[in-house]
T-cell receptor, first 111, second 113 residues
Framework: GQQVMQIPQYQHVQEGEDFTTYCNSSTTLSNIQWYKQRPGGHPVFLIQLVKSGEVKKQKRLTFQFGEAKKNSSLHITATQTTDVGTYFCAGRGGSNYKLTFGKGTLLTVNP | DTEVTQTPKHLVMGMTNKKSLKCEQHMGHRAMYWYKQKAKKPPELMFVYSYEKLSINESVPSRFSPECPNSSLLNLHLHALQPEDSALYLC????????????FGPGTRLTVT
């Protein structure tokens, strides 16, 4: 079945440092979505990427979808304490209804 | 209104109890989902409803029984659960089952004693 690997599992940074999390799929994806879950909270949708090589930006967050549509990354520039949480990628392959979530990257930020 | 609501927030039940979790959305979404999430793990899909019909059951044990009474409501009936079923149960909805973002509710924190 479809698998989505995500690294790193944990990342601790000093406030102001950059942060990147990476996702790799075992199969070609029709789309990839990114979610953020604050401690004690629920996943909140951040963005969806659909096109090969797509890059989208939201303020300090940059999302990329690989040319082969099998990998993706989320980069945060100059982290803030409000960025703390677990970032999940989730991919869907072909006609499969199911979103397969990566294991998530827990980001902690030292003020 | 972009909110998915879930009740109750917390639930403690014994292994012989029967209880139900409720989920509601008023965004006109036609797909609704139940996920189970253990601590420090990603959400794990349990069921998908599309246009009020069950379209995916991820081989979930029969002690979990979903129900979709109408397009806004989703229930999860629980019976004879095991302690290992303790988890955060998340409901989500989306416009459809295609390339649409999912909106998650706050979840029900379930403890089985």
């Amino acid at each position: 079945g479809q698998q989505v690997m995500q690294i790193p599992q944990y990342q601790h940074v000093q406030e102001g440092e950059d942060f990147t999390t990476y996702c790799n799929s075992s199969t070609t994806l029709s789309n990839i979505q990114w979610y953020k879950q604050r401690p004690g909270g629920h996943p909140v949708f951040l963005i969806q990427l659909v096109k090969s090589g797509e890059v989208k930006k939201q303020k300090r967050l940059t999302f990329q979808f690989g040319e082969a549509k099998k990998n993706s990354s989320l980069h945060i520039t100059a982290t803030q304490t409000t960025d703390v949480g677990t970032y999940f990628c989730a991919g869907r392959g072909g006609s499969n209804y199911k979103l397969t979530f990566g294991k998530g990257t827990l980001l902690t930020v030292n003020p | 209104d972009t909110e998915v609501t879930q009740t109750p927030k917390h639930l403690v039940m014994g292994m012989t109890n029967k209880k139900s979790l409720k989920c509601e959305q008023h965004m006109g979404h036609r797909a609704m989902y139940w996920y189970k999430q253990k601590a420090k793990k990603p959400p794990e899909l349990m069921f998908v409803y599309s246009y009020e019909k069950l379209s995916i059951n991820e081989s979930v044990p029969s002690r979990f029984s979903p129900e979709c009474p109408n397009s806004s409501l989703l229930n999860l009936h629980l019976h004879a659960l095991q302690p290992e079923d303790s988890a955060l149960y998340l409901c989500a909805s989306s416009r459809g089952t295609g390339d649409y973002e999912q909106y998650f509710g706050p979840g029900t924190r379930l403890t089985v004693t």
